[in-house]
Structure formats: structure tokens, C-alpha cells
């Protein structure tokens, strides 16, 4: 089993930036690959960015790219999602997943094994 808590999330104005963290705990962090999903209210969880387990490999959705920065810290059980540039219709909860079945699969939800709690992200106009 794999316990995530997600932290970090906020009230930001367009523009502005937030880092959110996930910490994992119980089995061995760097054997999973980690991502990060989003759900707007009314609308589907969505797939945001994913690190492979040693960081070697990264993917974001279009919306994402130029904007987000996934990371890792595997010494510190520790997923970092860098929001930049926020926009309005980023407003989302946050979730951190980890260990899809295959990286091949990493931007399907129901892939996933383990889902922390989720953190808010809201972007004023």
C-alpha cells in the first residue's frame, strides 16, 4: 500500500504560481511512476504531467506544456507539481496517483492504484 497527501494548493491570481507537493509513504517511492490529475467542477479527471520512477522520463497534456513542471525528490517520498502561469479554467482539484500498470498508461486514471485526497487550486481572473 501506498498513501498519498497532496499540499500546496491555493487561492492565486491569473498570472501568479503555486507548487503543490505529494508525499508518499509506505512502500518504496521510487518504484512508482507519479503523476498528476485534475478535476474542474462538472468535469472528468483529467491527466496533467507524469515522472517515471527515476525521473528519466516526463509527459504533460497540451495544456500543460510550457506552463507545469513535474518533479521528483525519491530521498524525500516527495512528487512536486510547479504551477506557472496560472490561468482561470486551471481552477481544479489536484490529485497525485501513482503506479498505473505501465508507463504506457500513464495518462489513464483508471490505470491508477493509489490517489491521495486531492488540493484545491483556484485562479481568480
Known amino acids: 500500500q501506498v498513501q498519498l497527501v497532496e499540499s500546496g494548493g491555493g487561492l492565486v491570481q491569473a498570472g501568479g504560481s503555486l507548487r503543490l507537493s505529494c508525499l508518499a509513504s509506505?512502500?518504496?517511492?521510487?518504484?512508482?511512476?507519479l503523476s498528476w490529475f485534475r478535476q474542474a467542477p462538472g468535469k472528468e479527471r483529467e491527466f496533467v504531467a507524469a515522472i517515471s520512477q527515476r525521473s528519466q522520463s516526463t509527459d504533460y497534456a497540451d495544456s500543460a506544456k510550457g506552463r507545469f513542471i513535474i518533479s521528483r525528490d525519491n530521498a524525500k517520498n516527495t512528487a512536486y507539481l510547479q504551477l506557472n502561469s496560472l490561468k482561470p479554467e486551471d481552477t481544479a482539484v489536484y490529485y497525485c496517483?501513482?503506479?498505473?500498470?505501465?508507463?504506457?498508461?500513464?495518462?489513464?486514471?483508471?490505470?491508477?492504484?493509489?490517489w491521495g485526497q486531492g488540493t484545491q487550486v483556484t485562479v481568480s481572473s
Open positions: 509506505g512502500r518504496t517511492f521510487s518504484w512508482y511512476v
Open positions: 496517483a501513482a503506479d498505473p500498470d505501465d508507463w504506457k498508461d500513464r495518462t489513464l486514471k483508471e490505470r491508477y492504484h493509489y
